[in-house]
């Protein structure tokens, strides 16, 4: 019922059949899911960051737990050490098992060789991206080749343009880390 009124635009109502649904012990990851996001839409950033820690509490998962910092970034009383530690949890939980590359290829560089530029992410869509990134990439000098690798979940009309501004799109959600 909480998705349901959420998806619906019922935030408030939303919010109460989630909190009614953690008092019950229900599907209680996917409660406090549904609240952290009603949270973050109406702007109450500290909030959404308490329900997405409740959710990290419960079932470590890579995901909730960077919504959890970017959460944290919007919440005024987040401290920057606290982003910080948090940033290394994330890290130590979700990137520990990633193994260093050993070694690198052989890379040659010639000065009078056009720059390329990769960039990868997974927020190519309609969010604050598109805005903070924008004026970088509409200055990027004509010469230079731009590569996105897109992680992008969700595609929606702010995909397109950020798919007008590169020079070769890269689709990477089916791929694993």
């Known amino acids: ?5 959420f998806n619906a635009g019922s935030l408030c109502a939303a919010i109460e059949s989630a909190d009614h649904c953690i008092a019950l012990n229900g599907n209680t990851v996917r409660a406090w899911e549904v609240k952290a996001n009603c949270f973050a839409a ?7 960051m308490a ?8 079932e470590p998962d890579a995901d909730a737990h960077s919504r959890l910092l970017m959460a944290m970034q919007y919440c005024d009383t987040a401290t920057e050490d606290e982003i ?13 098992a990633i193994a260093p590359r050993q070694s690198w290829p052989s890379l040659s560089f010639v000065s009078d060789r056009p720059l390329t530029i990769g960039i990868i992410s997974r927020d ?6 598109l805005y903070l990134a924008r004026p970088l990439l509409e ?3 004509p ?5 996105f690798y897109a992680s992008v979940e969700y595609a929606d009309g702010e995909t397109e343009i950020f798919h007008s501004m590169c020079d070769r799109w890269v689709d990477l959600s089916q791929c694993d880390d």
Not at 1 to 5: G, I, M, P, Q, R
Not at 42 to 48: D, I, K, T, V
Request: overall charge negative; aromatic content about 10%; charged content about 15%.
């Open 1 to 5: 019922l909480a998705l349901v009124l």
């Open 42 to 48: 109406l702007g109450s950033a500290c909030e959404a």
């Open 51 to 58: 329900c997405y820690r409740a959710i990290v509490d419960l």
């Open 84 to 96: 910080f530690a948090e940033t290394l949890r994330w890290s130590e939980t979700h990137a520990a």
């Open 124 to 129: 190519f869509r309609s969010c604050s991206t």
């Open 139 to 141: 200055n990027i000098p």
């Open 143 to 147: 010469e230079w080749t731009v590569i």
